[in-house]
């Protein structure tokens, strides 16, 4: 496995320059809105300099890693989804959280270091990309913001590239 990047696609692949510029013009398909194609060429870019596959940490994982799998075939998306994160929040952990602790609202922080507690043992490197700062303290040095407007743009490429093929 080595890297992997977590991946978000509300506001990382699916961006709001591209729902304004494509409105009308076959946006959506059968698993929902298609995604940005300067974003997914970034995305592109970083899969073929690191080799690093994808886990969705997205709410888009509710669909299932199958049906994933089928949209990332069927859309011709650049690397291979490896997994889904867990979906940690339920109402146990709610009721048990200690509202004191800033990383306890990180739910998607939690989430993927539920997955990498779980599935990590292989996995030298690892990025984040989201357009939501819901990340644990510890996982700061791997995460890359993403504007929502634009998507991944080349710089945010650059910098997971920096990220995922550090020594």
């Given at each position: 496995?080595?890297?992997?990047?977590?991946?978000?696609?509300?506001?990382?692949?699916n961006?709001?320059?591209w729902?304004?510029q494509e409105?009308g013009?076959g946006?959506?398909?059968e698993?929902g809105?298609?995604?940005?194609p300067?974003?997914?060429?970034?995305l592109?870019?970083?899969?073929?300099?690191?080799g690093?596959d994808?886990v969705?940490?997205?709410?888009w994982?509710?669909?299932?890693?199958?049906?994933?799998?089928m949209?990332?075939k069927?859309?011709?998306?650049?690397?291979?989804v490896i997994?889904?994160t867990?979906?940690s929040v339920g109402?146990?952990?709610?009721?048990?959280?200690d509202?004191?602790n800033?990383d306890?609202?990180?739910?998607?922080g939690?989430?993927?270091k539920?997955?990498?507690?779980?599935?990590?043992?292989d996995v030298?490197?690892?990025?984040?990309l989201?357009d939501?700062?819901?990340?644990?303290?510890?996982?700061?040095?791997?995460?890359?913001?993403?504007?929502?407007?634009?998507?991944?743009?080349?710089?945010?490429?650059m910098?997971?590239?920096?990220?995922?093929?550090?020594?």
């Open positions: 496995m080595g890297k992997v990047i977590f991946l978000d696609l509300d506001g990382v692949l961006t709001d320059r729902h304004c409105v013009n946006l959506q398909d698993y809105y298609k995604f940005d300067v974003a997914v060429a970034n592109a870019t970083i899969v073929e300099e690191t690093a994808i969705i940490s997205s709410s994982k509710f669909m299932g890693l199958s049906k994933i799998r949209m990332w069927e859309r011709k998306l650049p690397g291979k997994g889904i867990p979906n109402d146990e952990f709610l009721l048990n959280a509202l004191d800033i306890i609202m990180a739910i998607r939690q989430e993927i539920e997955w990498l507690m779980q599935n990590g043992k030298t490197h690892y990025a984040i989201d939501m700062e819901d990340i644990l303290q510890e996982q700061t040095d791997h995460f890359v913001w993403i504007n929502p407007e634009v998507g991944i743009t080349k710089e945010n490429a910098d997971v590239i920096h990220i995922l093929n550090m020594n």
